[in-house]
């Protein structure tokens, strides 16, 4: 199997930097490098080899009628030929996207941190 190229997104170097931040406010700047680290040793590799490594985010059952057209409009706007995907890696949220064999690191978040923006890449 061929290996993905790995795209990153401004919106995912922009959330390291948030992550960055709200490590340092809550005196964990430790924490910091230790995600780094893992996302370079472990992460990022394991999903070039395996783009599918994480779990279909469209996979959580829509149980509003706002949820269902979001839904809708976000499948319409990603394409039948792109995959959103979600890995979960100890405290941190990873979201990216799957298109041929290019993956599109999208967003990562600590846990205790606000949801995702998709206006960034995926514009109406």
């Known amino acids: 199997m061929t290996p993905v190229t790995l795209r990153v997104t401004r919106n995912f170097s922009r959330n390291l930097d948030a992550i960055k931040a709200f490590l340092c406010e809550a005196d964990a700047a430790a924490a910091f490098a230790e995600l780094l680290d893992d996302l370079f040793a472990e992460v990022l590799p394991a999903l070039e080899d395996f ?54 690191l999208l967003s990562i978040r600590h846990h205790r941190q606000l949801s995702f923006d998709f206006s960034e890449h995926w514009p109406v």
């Open 51 to 104: 783009p599918d490594l994480g779990a279909d985010f469209f996979r959580h059952p829509t149980t509003s009628l706002e949820a269902l057209s979001r839904t809708r409009k976000l499948r319409r706007r990603l394409g039948p030929d792109t995959f959103l995907r979600e890995l979960i890696r100890g405290d941190y949220l990873l979201l990216y996207a799957r298109r041929g064999q290019e993956v599109f």
